[in-house]
């Protein structure tokens, strides 16, 4: 049986890239009033949710609220939290 030709393969070369590198300048750490900010918005919802639950009933416009207060106290927790991921 006769043996069928090797074909022979280019080399690859990746094709140069277009794009001229852009140098990134690196992040310094975040302003420290950045993070009082971002725990006392953290402080301030725990302090809303503790304040709710232990005399929300005698302070007047927590007792209009009603359930509104849980909404406003996680609200504010979660402010603080979303602030960490720019934390650096």
Request: no cysteine; proline share 8%.
């Amino acid at each position: 049986m006769p043996k069928s030709k090797v074909r022979k393969k280019a080399v690859y070369t990746p094709p140069a890239d277009r794009r001229t590198p852009v140098k990134v300048k690196p992040a310094g750490p975040s302003h420290p009033l950045y993070i009082a900010v971002m725990l006392g918005v953290m402080l301030i919802g725990l302090a809303w949710l503790v304040v709710n639950y232990i005399a929300g009933d005698k302070i007047g416009f927590m007792a209009d609220l009603n359930n509104w207060n849980f909404a406003i106290g996680f609200a504010l927790m979660i402010a603080g939290l979303l602030m960490t991921m720019r934390w650096r």
